[in-house]
């Protein structure tokens, strides 16, 4: 019967040539977490932010209605709050609509800033690791070499 082969030490043997600096993995691992808080964070924000404001403007609109539809002696009167509610609806549109702009811009601000700071993060990780990489790879050649 044929005998299978155990790959066990032969395994272990490969994996022993090839280490793995698992810190590296755990520190990426914590750098994104970090960095998904942060982003989560700013869309939270914002979110809160874009919530009260349309809060605001209901409000705001509900209250403008209620004074459209009461009772006017003249039926000139009804024209009149209509037109000015239909006007001053148009303005409070297109202010809301800049503040819902300038919201959406400082998240586009603090993404970025945040991703330039991951960015800078992470180039440096990688310079050093690439640095202790060099310099294990320059012991190891020498050892083998005194060999």
Same mark, same amino acid.
């Given at each position: 019967m044929a005998k299978t082969q155990d790959f066990t030490g032969i395994m272990k043997d490969f994996m022993g040539a090839f280490p793995v600096d698992a810190s590296a993995l755990e520190g990426a691992f914590k750098n994104t977490a970090a960095l998904n808080e942060k982003l989560t964070g700013v869309a939270l924000n914002a979110a809160e932010k874009s919530a009260e404001l349309s809060n605001k403007w209901t409000k705001d609109t509900i209250a403008k209605l209620a004074e459209v539809?009461?009772?006017?002696?003249?039926?000139?009167?009804?024209?009149? *709050?209509?037109?000015?509610?239909?006007?001053?609806?148009?303005?409070?549109?297109?202010?809301?609509?800049?503040?819902?702009?300038?919201?959406?811009?400082?998240?586009?601000?603090?993404?970025?800033?945040?991703?330039? *700071?991951?960015?800078?993060?992470?180039?440096?990780?990688?310079?050093?690791?690439?640095?202790?990489?060099?310099?294990?790879?320059? *012991?190891?050649?020498?050892? *083998?070499?005194?060999?």
């Amino acid at each position: 019967m044929a005998k299978t082969q155990d790959f066990t030490g032969i395994m272990k043997d490969f994996m022993g040539a090839f280490p793995v600096d698992a810190s590296a993995l755990e520190g990426a691992f914590k750098n994104t977490a970090a960095l998904n808080e942060k982003l989560t964070g700013v869309a939270l924000n914002a979110a809160e932010k874009s919530a009260e404001l349309s809060n605001k403007w209901t409000k705001d609109t509900i209250a403008k209605l209620a004074e459209v539809s009461k009772a006017k002696a003249e039926p000139a009167d009804y024209a009149k *709050a209509f037109a000015d509610f239909a006007s001053s609806s148009a303005e409070v549109a297109a202010e809301n609509m800049a503040a819902f702009a300038e919201i959406a811009k400082k998240v586009q601000m603090d993404t970025v800033e945040l991703l330039m *700071a991951a960015g800078k993060t992470a180039a440096e990780d990688a310079t050093a690791a690439v640095k202790k990489a060099t310099s294990e790879v320059t *012991a190891a050649t020498r050892k *083998a070499a005194a060999k």
